[in-house]
């Protein structure tokens, strides 16, 4: 039986690399579509995306450095959008069985 790849992407904060679903993405439409900025809780929706840890440290750095506006090429995203990250990052946490460990802190072994 063949062994799936699993897709690996990296935070626009720490730039630690992780598998596509331990992160969350937030997605610009296309233009056609509006071209508005969105959190995609599915990881699948159309349009150009940018992935962050789901910390909320990573999230607020996010927010604050306008690493969103840069990789997407956008204005000022919604202020809305930090607390709707916020809110799927706990869905993950409690989806995965493990909390969201904050950027820079060592692994215990």
């Known amino acids: 039986m063949k062994t799936r790849r699993v ?27 509006g ?10 929706a159309n349009g150009r995306g940018a992935y962050v840890c789901a910390s909320a440290e990573c999230i607020d750095k996010a927010v604050k450095q306008k690493r969103f506006e840069r990789s997407l090429s956008v204005g000022p995203v919604p202020p809305a959008l930090a607390e709707a ?6 869905k993950v946490a409690e989806k995965t069985g493990v909390a969201a460990q904050p950027t820079g802190a060592p692994e215990m072994i």
């Open 7 to 33: 897709p690996i992407r990296t935070c626009v904060v720490c730039r630690q690399t992780s598998e596509k679903k331990a992160l969350l993405r937030v997605v610009r439409a296309p233009e056609k579509d």
């Open 35 to 44: 071209g508005g900025v969105a959190v995609d809780p599915t990881g699948r």
């Open 85 to 90: 990250l916020k809110s799927l990052a706990e």
